[in-house]
């Protein structure tokens, strides 16, 4: 009888116990006390609940977790921290648990301090914590998940946004813990850091701070630590005081906390809380598989941006560092619609090709030989002479549609004229359409006009941009012909030199010229021509032409402006001999940059008119 009743209990628990070896885990729960410095409702504790969480599912056995919320930022007195020791420790007297996961540094040191009266020889995880309590030796029952809430990689990410920018504010609150962040940070970059003078801000009730914020210029930047409470003694969530400060920020906002991006803050290099909450849970695992206590693991970083600050803030989109993770990123039109503009514009180089290859074989008809001789002024005008041969063809072309279109209207007015019904209105408006291809037709011949011209050398006052502007309206046709871009940034202000406008714009139309015929040989989407002037050092007026060609090499920067050199095959190598002379007449200069990365820049420095 003894033994059937020995047999009927043995039997279930060794059924369950093979049940349990099945399943892959123990028939037990592991128990895990998740101990927050903070109350329940703050963003960056959720998220690391939701990451220990997450972690823990994926493995097959059954966890029990308890949480308490210390809210040590409020109830800070030796009176509060005595009622809520004997708390935790009566309701986990008949709970005992298998590991404490501490959150923050306040956690931590809790736990540290008073483990043995509600969880003694457990082991501690901690995490959200910069750096293991000073005051103690680190437990060999002790490690966890060291984060650096980034201050000095922060303001690392803000020079590569804010280039420009040459002072940033670090902003903290009147809480213990804010302080004690101030504190840090005043060690961690001091004063000054990456080429910013720094200021800390700290003493101020929250309106005092946003307007402080809103009094920041926008090219400097702020740093938004935490504000747990204001100089007044109101107690906030760190997310919610810095949203409502940043909103009011009139310069770029950064935060070390990823739960701080709502849309109001621009950049940080963080860490995101569910991560944390991940590594601990994995370092709770390792425990559980009995492979012991390891050291402490420091938590990964990126450098995180929200795109709708950066496009709200005006910060250029090539600033953003590579390696970045971005939120809310809104694509281009390129990226969107990459394939149908791909074909789209596949269809349109199909036909430029076979305009440019007609226009081409025209223009190699057409070329002339040209005699040079001693005279500045006579080399002058025969290198405009060839310059003019060279657009030939495109002017040709630009001359022949008003000139059809007046023929066609012509014609066709002749004919309504001689009809009984002529209607007035319509032959009238005949007439406007040959007027306007005519003023169109002499525009053109007053541009080749002013360039064949010869006689006495007019100085006058001209605005380099307008010379500019005029030489690449004059060449533009015969630069799509080459199948090259140009492109032209002009200076924002006037650029007045004394000059004579004919010589001006021949030294501009021989480097445009020049810089196509470099890039003769490369493929036609590679062809291109920028031309930018500026106010230059000393209140010269600068000219620049740069091409994407192959590039002069250091030792022939000087020999390409002596006459008769050239590396074109027909070339008489006048071109550049002649613009030096022209330049240097009005006491200006006229070099190549040696300091181009690729491709040639020629310089032109000439005095203030």
């Not at 308490?68 to 009622?83: I, N, P």
């Not at 437990?139 to 650096?148: C, E, I, K, N, Y």
């Not at 991940?278 to 693991?297: N, R």
Request: net charge negative.
């Amino acid at each position: 009888m003894a033994f059937s009743n020995w047999l009927r209990w043995a039997v279930p628990v060794v059924l369950a116990s093979i049940i349990a070896a099945s399943l892959g885990g123990s028939a037990f729960a592991e128990r895990i006390l998740i101990l927050y410095e903070n109350e329940s409702t703050q963003p960056a504790l959720i998220e690391i609940a939701e990451g220990v969480r997450r972690r823990l599912a994926e493995d097959k056995r059954h966890f029990e977790l308890y949480s308490e919320h210390l809210d040590l930022a409020r109830f800070g007195s030796d009176g509060d921290r005595q009622r809520l020791i004997r708390y935790v420790q009566e309701k986990y007297a008949g709970k005992p648990v298998d590991a404490v996961l501490a959150v923050g540094p306040g956690a931590l040191s809790f736990a540290l301090a008073e483990r043995a009266r509600f969880a003694p020889g457990v082991p501690i995880i901690f995490g959200a914590v910069r750096e293991f309590p000073n005051e103690n030796p680190m437990p060999a029952d002790v490690t966890g998940v060291l984060s650096r809430f980034d201050v000095a990689g922060t303001l690392d990410l803000a020079r590569k946004l804010q280039p420009d920018a040459k002072r940033v504010t670090i902003l903290t609150g009147s809480a213990p813990f804010d302080r004690s962040w101030e504190e840090t940070a005043r060690a961690l970059v001091g004063d000054h850091y990456a080429g910013f003078d720094i200021d800390y801000i700290s003493g101020l009730s929250l309106e005092g701070f946003k307007v402080k914020a809103a009094s920041l210029p926008a090219d400097s930047a702020l740093l938004i630590l935490t504000v747990f409470a204001d100089a007044d003694g109101v107690s906030y969530v760190p997310r919610e005081s810095a949203g409502r400060i940043a909103v009011s920020s009139g310069a770029p906002v950064y935060s070390v906390y990823s739960s701080f991006f709502d849309g109001t803050i621009l950049a940080g290099h963080v860490g995101t809380f569910a991560a944390i909450g991940e590594a601990m849970a994995s370092l709770a695992l390792t425990l559980f598989d009995g492979k012991g206590i390891g050291p402490p693991v420091m938590q990964k970083e990126v450098s995180l941006v929200d795109w709708r600050q950066v496009v709200s803030r005006g910060i250029a989109r090539g600033n953003v560092p590579a390696d970045a993770e971005i939120l809310h990123y809104q694509p281009t039109a390129w990226e969107q619609f990459r394939l149908p503009i791909i074909l789209g514009l596949s269809v349109i180089a199909a036909q430029a090709l076979s305009i440019a290859a007609i226009v081409l074989q025209n223009r190699r008809n057409r070329r002339l030989e040209e005699t040079v001789s001693t005279q500045r002024l006579e080399l002058a005008h025969m290198s405009r002479h060839s310059h003019v041969s060279q657009l030939s063809g495109t002017l040709a072309h630009e001359l022949t549609q008003p000139l059809t279109s007046i023929l066609a209207n012509a014609e066709a007015g002749r004919k309504m004229a001689r009809a009984e019904d002529a209607d007035l209105q319509e032959i009238g408006e005949i007439f406007d359409d040959i007027v306007a291809d005519n003023k169109r037709a002499a525009e053109v011949i007053g541009q080749l006009r002013s360039m064949m011209r010869k006689g006495e050398v007019k100085v006058e006052t001209i605005d380099l941009n307008d010379a500019v502007s005029s030489t690449v309206a004059l060449v533009n046709a015969e630069m799509v012909a080459r199948r090259t871009q140009v492109s032209v940034s002009p200076s924002a202000e006037p650029l007045p030199v004394k000059a004579n406008m004919v010589q001006l714009q021949q030294v501009i139309l021989n480097l445009i010229l020049n810089a196509s015929d470099a890039m003769a040989e490369l493929p036609p989407r590679q062809r291109k021509v920028d031309i930018a002037t500026r106010l230059g050092d000393n209140g010269a007026r600068q000219l620049t032409v740069s091409d994407t060609g192959p590039g002069i090499a250091p030792d022939r920067m000087q020999e390409v402006f002596k006459p008769f050199v050239s590396s074109k095959e027909n070339g008489l190598g006048l071109g550049l001999a002649i613009c030096r002379s022209l330049v240097e007449a009005r006491g200006g200069r006229l070099v190549f940059d040696d300091k181009v990365a690729s491709g040639a820049r020629a310089v032109v420095n000439l005095p203030p008119g």
